[in-house]
């Protein structure tokens, strides 16, 4: 049953039988008003009147069509979630998508018609999370940060990386997070001021020194686990940073082969020279070396040839609802087709369907994270989840 609350949704259409039914399926879904708009004028005109929680709106129409009825609504603040609908050729719809999201619109997604039941509940349930996570986004004063830093509460929650194939844990992926109480500061309140601060590289070598200790204690009970840091931008500047990671892990004893630092593209397009070098000696020190968000900059293929990557992690823009979009899915494909032509582990980010994780193993992709799986966990909490999957095969080492 799906976790989201609606108060009211307009479907935006100008066929009565799609209006019918695309009623009929919102009736299924816990709404508590639906109204109906025949074509563009109309739908704007209610909207006006009173905004709705949620607007499923029809590309072909007459009078005015899906995508001026966007530019509209961007045009006069009319802003509300929307979902997308259309039969048209799924390349289309997804560039209309883009262009609502560019006009500053919360574009839920897109759809294809027949709209079916379980598509449109699983894209709103995605929103919840997304609208759950967002709820207070007001960046935390650097003072307050500062504090948080001194006394290492900033702290990794993990989040696994399993086999697309048979789910099993390959690795984690280290994601800092503010606890304070039953609450947990989104990352999204503080990394930004932590890089405007200058204190990127600091909060690297916090949580790398907290992963090495968790390391430590899970290898004890037999799980040796390959665990992923982030490594920002502002962090690839400076000349000494590579030199610390060296030290902690050297004391830790934990092998280097079990860290893989991911950076993203526009980390190492800011300053190539460095970034380059950094690259160099962290693999020349054993360490793996992931490129984030694959897919979401312009020179990414260029960047895969400078640099010794050892993993491609694809982004989560690509692979949310990949299974209902075929221009993605060719794309995907040929990116892990060329992963593996460089003999490079291939990571999937954001999973969120079983759909997705389905074409994206039949496409060959080896990993895969997300919420399908888990969001991020606090050590006793990933232990716990490890258990209750019963999962007794530990990585070799």
Not at 37 to 50: I, V, Y
Not at 105 to 110: C, E, R, S, Y
Not at 243 to 259: D, L, M, N, T, Y
Request: glycine letters at 6%.
């Amino acid at each position: 049953m799906p976790k989201f609350t609606l108060d009211d949704v307009l479907i935006v259409d100008d066929s009565p039988s799609q209006l019918q039914l695309l009623a009929e399926l919102c009736q299924q879904l816990p709404l508590n008003r639906i109204r109906t708009a025949r074509h563009g004028e109309e739908a704007l005109h209610a909207m006006r009147q009173q905004r709705p929680s949620l607007l499923l709106l029809d590309l072909e129409m007459p009078r005015l069509d899906g995508v001026q009825v966007l530019q509209r609504m961007a045009r006069e603040g009319l802003v509300m979630p929307v979902v997308v609908a259309s039969a048209k050729d799924p390349m289309l719809i997804a560039t209309v998508e883009l262009m609502g999201r560019e006009l500053g619109l919360p574009v839920l997604g897109a759809l294809k018609k027949p709209i079916r039941l379980h598509e449109l509940s699983d894209l709103l349930n995605r929103a919840c999370h997304r609208q759950q996570a967002a709820t207070d986004e007001a960046l935390c004063t650097d003072s307050a940060i500062r504090v948080a830093l001194d006394r290492g509460e900033i702290v990794p929650y993990y989040q696994p990386k399993v086999t697309l194939h048979g789910q099993l844990l390959k690795g984690a992926e280290l994601l800092a997070r503010w606890p304070q109480g039953d609450d947990v500061i989104s990352p999204s309140r503080f990394i930004p001021v932590i890089e405007s601060c200058g204190w990127s590289s600091e909060l690297t070598l916090q949580m790398l020194q907290h992963g090495l200790h968790q390391w430590q204690q899970w290898a004890r009970r037999g799980l040796r686990l390959p665990m992923s840091i982030n490594l920002s931008a502002l962090a690839m500047r400076g000349d000494e940073l590579v030199g610390r990671i060296e030290q902690q892990v050297a004391h830790s004893k934990v092998p280097p082969r079990f860290i893989i630092f991911e950076i993203t593209e526009t980390a190492v397009a800011d300053d190539l020279a460095a970034a380059i070098g950094m690259a160099a000696r962290l693999r020349l020190a054993g360490f793996g070396l992931s490129i984030d968000d694959f897919g979401t900059g312009f020179a990414t293929m260029q960047q895969l040839v400078r640099f010794p990557f050892t993993e491609l992690k694809i982004d989560q823009s690509l692979v949310q609802s990949i299974s209902n979009k075929t221009h993605l899915e060719n794309v995907v494909h040929s990116v892990i087709e060329l992963a593996k032509r460089m003999n490079l582990t291939t990571v999937a980010e954001g999973i969120e369907t079983e759909g997705d994780q389905l074409c994206l193993g039949q496409r060959g992709c080896q990993l895969g994270q997300g919420y399908l799986y888990t969001r991020p966990l606090p050590p006793a909490q990933f232990e716990h989840w490890i258990r209750q999957r019963r999962q007794t095969d530990p990585v070799p080492a």
